[in-house]
Structure formats: C-alpha cells, structure tokens
C-alpha cells in the first residue's frame, strides 16, 4: 500500500498540470472539472472522481439545452441532406455526393 503512494502523487501532479487547459469562466466546464478534482481523493478513488465528473457534465449538458440544441441541428441536417450515414469510417452527417478525391484549388482550377 505504501509502495504506491509515490506514483499517486506523480500521476496526480501530472493530472494538474491539463487544470490550465479547463475554460474556468464557463460553469458548464469548471463546475464537472472542480468536482472532479475534489471527489477523487475524498472518495479516495480515480474511478469514483471521474465518473462523478462525467456524470456532473452530462447532468449540465442536459438541464442547459445544450444537448436539445445539438439534437435539432442534428435532425435539420438529416433532413437536409438525405440520407443521416455515409457508411464511410462511421461518420454521421456526410453526403457521399458532396465528397471528392479530387482536391479544389478555388480560382488557379479556372485558369
């Protein structure tokens, strides 16, 4: 058990050091980050502290309407567009018309 200990504090000052890349000024972010921070050693486990932290964000996620706004623009481009999957490397939203294996230079292609 003690043998261990070092390794915590390494991985846990490594884990401070990506606390500068977390957007302080906006709670949906700064709130699931700072609980994150604090519920892992009074819960005394990683695992505990981040899913408390995820859980955090996607209650945010939710009670904000961020995730009912994703959703809408979601469904217009579905509707939009045909069809929602271009069955290529599993990404949504793409249009197998739209895509070219031919790159666009913009007016030097005109000339």
Not at 7 to 25: H, Y
């Amino acid at each position: 058990e003690q043998a261990t200990a070092p390794i915590l504090i390494l991985i846990g000052a490594m884990m401070m050091g990506d606390c500068s890349k977390v957007d302080w000024d906006y709670m949906g972010s700064a709130l699931p980050a700072f609980l994150t921070i604090v519920m892992m050693p009074l819960t005394y486990s990683i695992t505990d502290g981040m899913l408390f932290g995820l859980v955090t964000a996607a209650c945010f996620y939710v009670t904000s309407g961020e995730a009912f706004v994703h959703l809408r623009e979601w469904f217009v481009k579905i509707s939009t567009r045909g069809d929602a999957s271009d069955g290529e490397n599993g990404v949504l939203m793409g249009n197998k018309e739209d895509k070219t294996d031919e790159p666009s230079y913009g007016a030097a292609d005109q000339a």
